[in-house]
């Protein structure tokens, strides 16, 4: 299995400012999804990231608002810019099995955001 | 969007046996059925996953219909730690992206 910190845990932030949130896992892997967690509501992916790769953001995200960096294959960096208070979330981030079977996604505790 | 729909909620008796349908009738013939868990305040958890054939694991078990059109996750032994929301996806395999529906929120009953 591969264990995911995330930093924060949790953060209260102004609007206007900005919040770099980590990814760490204890296991080389290729692929890195970051995924938004709005107050009751499920899970929506944001983009994926793969080391030595421009991020791939969804529909409805983009790269100015959040910013991903993957500089290695254990980590990887997610940036919520220009905060309003529609960007209250958790936000997960997320592996492939680093096993290589097809069995796996693993997601890491989450950020909880709260934009005042 | 996400291809499967589910129940909002549900409830079971603790010791009960907890049947989550799942109705995914656009399914493609190289698309794998997933169940995901996420307990509150947790990130999601990996449950089982299957293709056509059922299966089981020491968590749960996965009924697949012969059409494939739809599936039912069995927790044999439901107990308190089993209340979560439940996530049934489709996808093709470990490169192809997780699009979660709203899942089942099961309670578990004392």
């Known amino acids: 299995s591969a264990v995911i910190s995330q930093k924060p845990s949790r953060d209260i932030c102004q609007r206007g400012t900005s919040l770099t949130i980590q990814c760490q896992v204890d296991?080389?892997?290729?692929?890195m999804f970051w995924y938004r967690q709005q107050p009751g509501q499920s899970l929506t992916l944001i983009a994926t990231?793969?080391?030595?790769?421009?991020?791939?953001?969804e529909s409805g995200f983009v790269i100015d608002k959040f910013p991903i960096s993957r500089p290695n294959l254990t980590f990887s960096t997610l940036t919520v810019s220009n905060m309003s208070p529609e960007d209250s979330s958790i936000y997960l981030c997320?592996?492939?099995?680093?096993?290589?079977?097809?069995?796996?996604?693993?997601f890491g505790p989450g950020t909880r955001l709260t934009v005042t | 969007d996400a291809k499967t729909t589910q129940p909002p909620s549900m409830d079971c008796a603790e010791g009960r046996a907890a049947n989550l349908p799942c109705n995914h009738s656009?399914?493609?013939?190289?698309?794998?059925v997933y169940w995901y868990r996420q307990i509150h305040s947790q990130g999601p958890q990996y449950i089982i996953h299957?293709?056509?054939n059922n299966e089981t694991n020491e968590m749960a078990s996965l009924i697949i219909t012969e059409d494939r059109k739809s599936s039912t996750l069995i927790l044999p032994h439901a107990t308190l730690r089993d209340t979560a929301v439940y996530y049934c996806?489709?996808?093709?395999?470990?490169?192809?992206?997780?699009?979660f529906g709203k899942g089942t929120r099961l309670h578990i009953l004392p």
């Open positions: 996806i489709v996808r093709v395999d470990r490169d192809d992206k997780i699009i």
């Open positions: 656009t399914i493609s013939g190289n698309e794998y």
């Open positions: 990231a793969n080391q030595g790769s421009e991020a791939t953001y």
């Open positions: 296991s080389q892997v290729t692929m």
């Open positions: 997320s592996v492939e099995d680093p096993r290589g079977g097809p069995d796996e996604q693993y």
């Open positions: 299957g293709l056509k």
